[in-house]
């Protein structure tokens, strides 16, 4: 991440003429050896500290990075509105991160939900930086949909007042990688509006590059001798919690027989007592499947006991491709990169020809179809992206299980038939095991409703159904008393109706008010959960009307097909036009009634 106006690698004021002539001998001789050691990142923000001093200087004052909270007073110095457009929270992680990164600059800025922001007032604001996810095919998160119709109307106004910086989150398995976070950039550039710095596009380790971020941000305000005045608006919070242990405790087969595929029942004995709520996920650090890892040693003619570095760690090959590095999935980039770097010129030149199957591949697919013709164990490694966490809903209750994370986990297979990496690890981790690297992360916009009469809607298919287990436990626990109702699909009542004894008591105690299900491969005609959402369309409008808070978890073409059917019902149930119907819907999502966890496929 570089800013373009500052590619040299050496600040001009060291670089000899008037500037660098001003330092004794003993002076720069410290400032060279100091600038040898230094990232781009650190050029730019020590740059900007150095101009910020000088400005101070003059007044016999300190810098402004180590000025006090509060240190600056006057209410005519600007604020950085630091905007946030998050469904699982890791927006908002990176956002509170740059915030507290620039509390201790002393220029911290107001910290805003996108969901409950005014878009017009970016024509009032000096500087704003976006945090912002992408969803699905480039889609924008639900709290930035007004943002996005706001930027994007025929009628948005000019904003040459307005300098922004763009972080954005995504991943890199989907085509159209942070394509929301490109959309915003480019979009206000057309309407005059000035980059402070390039954009980011992340990934995985947001905690590094948030880092650089907030030090590039605070060195670039210093340079245009900009000190924000501290001024902290607290915002939802979204936590991730250290990685701590587990005890494999127990594991279920829920599909029954003759079942199409495998689900589990997971129940892990945590080492530290959890404190997460419903709605929240655990992130797993899974291993690689050794069988795959074997065969793609073979077909690279490589020797496990290969010494390769990773994140400056020396590792074995084995350890590293077992533990270290994505090798179920191909991205673009890891394809374009293998091609290039293994001297696959077939591979090169189809990426640049034509749209490849890549969502069908994993790497040993990709070496198989095309064999590299030069490619080094540490160059193997270096272009596979890391293995990163993945993230299960929890569907146990804090307040039921004491001591306990429950996981309701399908075991997944790669296109090219070979098992996935977490789901494959925890589908065969013997009980009794440890489990290491794990850690609960708080899912805010995917919790229960504070008051606990307001009515909820819950609407899954799959595994998705496990956060709603979670819920009724907590419901039941402490006597919540809304109208709570539930609609789940899946493929066979006989095989995949998880957790059906526990649906059934809930139903007798009244916990769970109603229970819908479409089973679509039963019978003659395929039934999917939005048509019992359409089979019940005045009771959902009714619902809707009461204030219930809507949740949908699951695939997320099944999101996309429910959205429409709740659209759909408000239209036709409320005798109301397009627009109007549009308009009732913003509100809803505006209002945060409408919450997703969904997942691609």
């Not at 972080?167 to 206000?188: H, K, N, T, V």
């Not at 400056?312 to 374009?336: G, P």
């Not at 919540?480 to 998880?498: A, P």
Request: hydrophobic fraction near 40%; glycine fraction near 8%; charged fraction near 20%.
């Amino acid at each position: 991440m570089s800013d373009p106006e500052h590619e040299s690698s050496t600040p001009l004021f060291l670089s000899g003429g008037r500037s660098g002539m001003a330092l004794t001998p003993e002076q720069r001789r410290v400032v060279d050896a100091l600038c040898h050691e230094l990232t781009p990142e650190q050029m730019i923000w020590l740059s900007g500290y150095l101009a910020g001093a000088a400005g101070w200087s003059s007044q016999s004052q300190s810098p402004p990075l180590l000025a006090p909270q509060g240190a600056a007073d006057s209410q005519s110095l600007p604020v950085v509105t630091i905007l946030v457009g998050s469904e699982t929270g890791k927006s908002l992680l990176v956002a509170q991160h740059i915030t507290r990164r620039l509390e201790e600059a002393g220029m911290v800025a107001q910290l805003r939900d996108l969901a409950e922001y005014n878009p017009a007032d970016l024509r009032k604001v000096p500087y704003a930086v976006f945090c912002v996810s992408t969803h699905g095919e480039g889609e924008p998160p639900l709290p930035a949909a007004e943002l996005q119709s706001y930027l994007q109307a025929s009628k948005a106004p000019k904003l040459d007042r307005l300098q922004f910086a763009v972080f954005g989150l995504g991943d890199r398995s989907y085509p159209r990688f942070c394509q929301f976070a490109r959309d915003i950039d480019e979009r206000l550039v057309s309407l005059g509006a000035k980059p402070l710095l390039q954009r980011v596009e992340c990934e995985g380790d947001h905690e590094q590059q948030a880092e650089n971020f907030a030090q590039a941000l605070s060195a670039r305000l210093l340079a245009q001798g900009q000190a924000p005045r501290l001024e902290v608006v607290p915002g939802r919070g979204a936590a991730r919690h250290l990685p701590t242990a587990a005890m494999a405790a127990e594991r279920l087969l829920l599909s029954g027989r003759g079942a199409s595929k495998a689900v589990y029942h997971i129940e892990l004995q945590m080492e530290q007592n959890p404190t997460y709520q419903p709605g929240d996920t655990l992130h797993i650090q899974p291993c690689n499947d050794p069988a795959t890892v074997a065969a793609l040693l073979a077909a690279m003619g490589y020797a496990d006991s290969e010494q390769v570095q990773v994140n400056d760690v020396t590792v074995s090959l084995h350890q590293a491709l077992l533990e270290r590095c994505e090798i179920t999935t191909v991205s673009q980039s890891v394809a374009a990169a293998y091609g290039q770097m293994a001297g696959v010129n077939a591979l090169t030149e189809r990426l640049e020809h034509e749209t490849l199957p890549l969502e069908q591949w994993d790497v040993l697919e990709m070496v198989r179809l095309f064999p590299p013709q030069r490619l080094t164990p540490q160059g193997l490694v270096d272009l596979l992206r890391p293995l990163a966490p993945r993230a299960y809903s929890i569907c146990s209750s804090p307040s039921t299980h004491e001591g306990e994370v429950h996981l309701l986990v399908e075991q997944v297979f790669t296109p090219p038939g070979r098992v996935g990496a977490a789901s494959g690890f925890l589908a065969t981790v013997p009980v009794g095991n440890m489990l290491q690297g794990l850690s609960w992360h708080e899912n805010p916009y995917f919790h229960l409703p504070q008051d606990p009469t307001v009515p909820i809607l819950m609407i899954a298919t799959g595994t998705g159904i496990a956060p709603f287990r979670s819920f009724m436990a907590e419901a039941r626990e402490t006597g919540r008393r809304g109208f709570h109702w539930l609609v789940f699909g899946e493929r066979h009542f006989r095989t995949d109706f998880y957790y059906q004894r526990e649906w059934q008591r809930l139903l007798k105690e009244k916990v769970l008010s109603r229970l819908d299900v479409a089973f679509s491969r039963d019978g003659f005609g395929r039934v999917h959960v939005q048509d019992r959402l359409m089979e019940q369309a005045q009771l959902v409008y009714g619902q809707l009307q009461e204030g219930a808070h809507v949740y949908v978890c699951g695939g997320e073409a099944m999101e996309k097909e429910v959205r429409q059917t709740l659209l759909g019902i408000i239209q036709s149930q409320g005798s109301l036009g397009a627009e109007q119907a549009q308009e009732v819907w913003r509100q809803i999502e505006k209002s945060r009634r409408y919450h997703r966890d969904v997942y691609g496929g």
